[in-house]
Nanobody
Framework: QVQLVESGGGLVQAGASLRLSCAASGLTFSRYAMGWFRQAPGKEREFVATIGSNGGTTYYADSVKGRFTVSRDNAKNTVYLQMISLKPEDTAVYYC????????????????WGQGTQVTVSS
């Protein structure tokens, strides 16, 4: 059974940092590109960052570029999202997702999703 479990969310003040983790099980993690997405209340789920199966390729949404860093540890079957200089507009439920091999910015390209972790940034 494939499972993705996010953790690390919380309530922080603007300017703070958080590191999200996503632990994967039930799949050969090193064959999967991983994505981070987020969904704010009343809005559609949007792309945040993606990383290739071996960690050599990363892409970011313009809104987080320079503030967020995606990384992975294939030995631990875990992908991370380091977030610094958080803003109130970063408030959302953050999801990790998996798809085989190739990165994508598109929600519909991912077939495995975690349950999400809430990030709330107060002003």
């Amino acid at each position: 059974q494939v499972q993705l479990v996010e953790s690390g969310g919380g309530l922080v003040q603007a300017g703070a940092s958080l590191r999200l983790s996503c632990a994967a099980s039930g799949l050969t993690f090193s064959r999967y590109a991983m994505g981070w997405f987020r969904q704010a209340p009343g809005k559609e789920r949007e792309f945040v960052a993606t990383i290739g199966s071996n960690g050599g390729t990363t892409y970011y949404a313009d809104s987080v570029k320079g503030r967020f860093t995606v990384s992975r540890d294939n030995a631990k079957n875990t992908v991370y999202l380091q977030m610094i200089s958080l803003k109130p507009e970063d408030t959302a439920v953050y999801y990790c997702a998996a798809r085989m091999w190739v990165t994508s910015r598109e929600v519909h390209d991912y077939d495995t999703w975690g349950q999400g972790t809430q990030v709330t940034v107060s002003s």
